[in-house]
């Protein structure tokens, strides 16, 4: 992926200038100078004050003009006005890219994002880049060119490493750095972008990327103003193996309001922003521990081919709690083969127990060779995947360093994942030391194998194509909704099942359409001026004879003009019996486009919210595999003598909506099919509710 100037200037300038420049290491003006002497900048430094003659050992200079050359890199430290002034003189100077530090912008309201957007557009007229404002810095350990305030960095002294971390939160940028320094990870980028308001996270995320020697790149985003960007970075990630972990506040209402007053960003809807993310492979972490719990596992390069867990310990205790964590994961304990089982009763004391997990015994504490019998054998078993070790007690009389190295060994014999479970920090000090993942507790270590497993498959997980769409034609109009006899239509013109229906203006038509269908059937007001008809009683179910039909038909046409409504007429349905009612919906989001809804429908969809999102591209196999992560895929499968459902249809049908809403553009902003009747093999699949939302573009 090669690099504009800009990001290159951005990440690896030749000359930085700070613009507020401070004698003082301590204050924002003074530290990217202090960080820049100290980390070992080999670019010019030119501090810019017109008070000082000489600042931290480097000539001071009283403006950008007096300066010999226009430096790549500029920091304005300086707040308000003057900074606004000082950008503007920084991008007739023919400066690359502005970090403003400043807050008082977008983040703060309307008056706040006009003066932010004006800035950054007389910026890009003339050729420069911004990160910020409100931006703690920029950071490259490797090359030292530290352009950044962060106390952090002193606390946590740094070391270059294959970490690259970008965050539009400056302290969030900072606590994945500690936890790593802390675990002696070294990181080489350490990126905030405050406001996002030019040169994004996403943008400095590609940089990081394109870095041959970054192999786990972190990224924190409050909202995601460019998903297409966002997947092109993902693809390049997987293509060189590079492990993408993403932060991504907002999950709920609260927090998606305060990330909008935080950074001015606004966070998308959860559902669909998980989606898109798994969608594209990139890891989606719950918390700032978890967003770098696994660094030392991917970091190994290791690449499990499954979830199939081994679980060893001292202890029989630990080994029951293993077990049901590895449960609650969704990680299978892997089932020896015969030979395995015999190899390793051959190594073990009789009361020790054979099956996974695997329990040593106190035994350990007199036979330390325990360790290093145990793990070549249950690593040639086709069973074992991932390693999990506990060791919740040792000590005095143990031999710990043998322990140590001998699982070190293992892990270079076998290149299998291995992570450690141990409390006594001076015990999992000597098993760090040997280069093993170690955790202080057996539910954070296995958490971290999990992830790795998952995060590998969804990595491996190749885009499949979406089968064409129909051309989307809607019917001319500007009312929010089509009526559900257009709204079936355009279904039906993708091959989705609709229901058998006829659309019917006149009484006589209503009683021809029931003689059709035959009955029983049901009788619904179309309307698009009225796009929840059971709101206002003008649907009914189960009608059996021509009269009832007729005397419906009047009635809700009644019904309509008493709503002044437009009516289309009303629609006579033949009536379908499913074993289950789903859902299918989709909707155009603002941020990542169109996004599928799968899952258990009917009155109570809101209700239960036991659905899934998908977005495209996707597979109906992928739609089956959503499904059954469901509380309802035990009744999907078949219970309590009941078959299974006929999913194939229904998941086409999710495919065919998907393929349809790439095609429509922004012509469509919503669909809502609820329910969707689903059969068991044999038995039939209907759409038999639709509503159709027009798009900006669908008006016409």
Not at 60 to 72: I, N, R, V
């Amino acid at each position: 992926m090669p690099l504009d100037d800009a990001l290159r200037a951005a990440l690896d300038p030749r000359s930085v200038a700070v613009i507020g420049a401070s004698d003082n290491p301590n204050k924002v003006g003074g530290r990217p100078i202090h960080f820049l002497s100290k980390f070992g900048f080999r670019g010019q430094v030119y501090p810019i004050n017109p008070t000082r003659a000489e600042i931290q050992g480097y000539k001071a200079y009283p403006d950008l003009a007096a300066l010999p050359e226009a430096p790549e890199l500029v920091v304005v430290a300086i707040p308000g006005e003057a900074g606004i002034q000082a950008v503007d003189a920084c991008a007739e100077r023919g400066v690359k890219v502005c970090i403003v530090m400043a807050s008082g912008f977008g983040e703060t309201g309307e008056a706040g994002m006009a003066a932010q957007r004006a800035m950054v557009a007389r910026a890009r007229a003339r050729g420069m880049r911004i990160v910020g404002p409100n931006s703690q810095g920029l950071a490259n350990f490797g090359t030292g060119a530290v352009a950044n305030f962060a106390t952090m960095f002193i606390e946590a002294p740094p070391a270059d490493g294959p970490v690259g971390i970008v965050s539009q939160s400056g302290a969030t940028s900072l606590v994945p750095y500690a936890l790593l320094r802390g675990r002696g990870i070294g990181v080489r980028y350490v990126c905030a972008t405050g406001n996002d308001a030019d040169l994004t996270a996403v943008e400095l995320a590609e940089a990081m990327v394109a870095d041959p020697e970054i192999r786990l790149l972190l990224i924190y985003l409050e909202g995601m103003t460019d998903a297409t960007r966002l997947a092109s970075l993902a693809a390049a990630a997987r293509e060189r193996d590079l492990p993408v972990v993403a932060l991504k506040a907002g999950r709920t209402a609260a927090g998606a309001q305060a990330a909008r007053s935080h950074t001015g960003s606004l966070a998308g809807e959860d559902r669909v922003i998980d989606a898109f993310l798994k969608r594209h492979g990139i890891w989606r972490a719950s918390d700032m521990h978890d967003w770098c719990a696994a660094a030392e596992l991917y970091l190994k390069g290791w690449r499990p081919g499954g979830r199939r867990l081994v679980a060893i310990s001292n202890s029989g205790a630990s080994c029951v709690m293993a077990a049901d964590r590895a449960t609650e994961l969704d990680l299978p304990l892997g089932r020896f083969q015969p030979e395995t089982v015999t190899a390793l009763k051959g190594v073990l004391p009789g009361f020790a127990t054979t099956t996974n997990p695997i329990d040593v015994t106190a035994a350990l504490l007199s036979n330390s060779r325990l360790f290093s019998d145990v793990l070549p054998i249950v690593g040639r078993d086709p069973a074992a995947d991932l390693f999990f070790i506990a060791i919740p007690v040792a000590g005095a009389g143990y031999d710990v360093p043998a322990f140590a190295r001998d699982t070190a060994q293992f892990m270079a014999d076998t290149g299998k994942p291995v992570a450690l479970g141990v409390p006594q920090p001076n015990i999992a000090a000597v098993f760090a030391e040997a280069g093993i993942p170690t955790y202080p507790n057996e539910t954070t270590a296995m958490r971290a194998l999990a992830q790795l497993a998952a995060h590998t498959a969804m990595m491996r997980r190749s885009l499949p194509a979406m089968p064409a769409a129909a051309p989307v034609t809607l019917p001319a109009g500007t009312k929010p909704f089509l009526g559900e006899a257009d709204s079936l239509a355009l279904l039906a013109a993708q091959g989705m099942p609709v229901v058998a229906h006829r659309l019917c203006r006149t009484e006589a038509e209503a009683r021809a359409a029931f003689a059709e269908l035959g009955g029983p059937v049901a009788v619904k007001a179309c309307s698009a001026d009225v796009p929840h008809k059971s709101e206002h009683g003008l649907v009914a179910l189960g009608l059996a004879d021509a009269d009832a039909v007729a005397a419906t038909f009047q009635a809700q046409m009644a019904g309509l003009q008493a709503l002044g409504a437009e009516a289309d007429g009303v629609i006579v349905a033949r009536m379908v019996k499913g074993r289950r009612e789903l859902v299918l919906g989709a909707r155009r989001d603002p941020m990542v486009g169109p996004a599928v809804l799968v899952g258990d429908g009917g009155k109570y969809v809101e209700a239960l919210g036991d659905v899934a999102v998908l977005v495209p591209p996707f597979t109906a196999e992928d739609v089956v595999e959503a499904l059954m992560d469901l509380r309802i895929a035990p009744i999907l499968r078949g219970t309590r003598g009941e078959p299974a459902l006929d999913l194939a249809t229904y998941a086409d049908a999710a495919v065919r909506l998907g393929a349809m809403m790439l095609a429509a553009g922004g012509a469509i902003a919503s669909v809502d099919l609820n329910p969707v009747m689903v059969g068991a093999a044999g038995e039939p699949t209907a759409i038999v509710d639709a509503l159709v939302e027009r798009g900006a573009d669908g008006a016409g």
